[in-house]
């Protein structure tokens, strides 16, 4: 009997063994791109070129945008108090010689010459500098100060520049050279309008002009302008129910050099 129960006993640890002991798992085979096909492939790297083109591109953007941004916060009586035709006259005294000009504003007008300019009289001695002068003051009176203040603005990219000082928050916008020599930087302030206006043509000609400006009924009159070591220049206005006019502009240079007094007549204004 024992001879009979070894062999079963063999037998049936040899099963156990068998069912207990599982092959090791099988590595998963590596699946492979089927044939002919890529993977994505990488973006290309922009070349130097590319990246300078891509940075005007975004200055010019920016600086158009700022300049355009100046324009809707500055006041012009043709946008914000509709004004359609105004006639004047500007009597101006400046270091003692006297001179007398007339003018006439019409929505008609060209927008590059907005109103018509002539001389009424000059003391002998006033040259033509004071005539162009006061003809700017009447494109303030009827236009705004927008041209006045941002007279360079040339077809070609304007540039972003940094500020001379360094803690100066203002952002500079750079008129670069077109058929001349002239460079014309303006350097705007948190209210997105112009502080400073710097122009130069070389490092020996160069001239800084400081803007200051009063906030009247959600824009922004222009009440003086000096330049650096130069003449100051103050705009003075009265408000025809909404139809804000320069009245009077002062000069001086570490004294009083005169004034123009404006008058007006046939002021219209658009129904919208």
Not at 217 to 240: C, H, K, M, P, Q
Request: proline share 8%.
């Amino acid at each position: 009997m024992w001879r009979t129960l070894v062999p079963l006993l063999f037998l049936a640890g040899c099963g156990d063994s068998a069912e207990t002991k599982k092959p090791p798992p099988t590595k998963p085979a590596e699946e492979k791109p089927a044939t002919g096909t890529k993977g994505p492939a990488p973006a290309p790297t922009p070349t130097p070129e590319e990246m300078r083109d891509k940075a005007r591109e975004e200055w010019d953007k920016h600086a158009h945008g700022l300049l355009k941004s100046f324009e809707t916060r500055v006041f012009d009586p043709r946008r914000d108090a509709l004004l359609d035709h105004v006639e004047g006259e500007i009597a101006v005294r400046i270091e003692g010689k006297d001179a007398k000009y007339r003018f006439v504003y019409d929505a008609a007008n060209d927008a590059k010459d907005p109103l018509k300019f002539e001389t009424v009289s000059e003391e002998a001695g006033v040259d033509a500098e004071r005539k162009g002068r006061a003809r700017q003051w009447a494109i303030v009176a009827c236009c705004g100060p927008y041209a006045f203040v941002a007279y360079f603005v040339p077809p070609i990219p304007l540039r972003i520049a940094p500020p001379s000082d360094p803690k100066s928050k203002n952002i500079i916008v750079w008129a670069p050279p077109f058929k001349g020599p002239l460079n014309v930087s303006y350097s705007f302030d948190e209210r997105q309008v112009v502080e400073t206006r710097g122009e130069w043509t070389d490092d020996a000609n160069k001239v800084a002009t400081k803007f200051e400006w009063v906030f009247w009924r959600g824009r922004y009159l222009l009440s003086r302008s000096a330049i650096v070591n130069g003449t100051a220049t103050a705009f003075e206005y009265d408000d025809r129910d909404g139809v804000n006019l320069l009245r009077r502009v002062k000069l001086s240079a570490g004294a009083d050099l005169g004034e123009a007094v404006f008058t007006y007549a046939n002021v219209r204004r658009r129904d919208r």
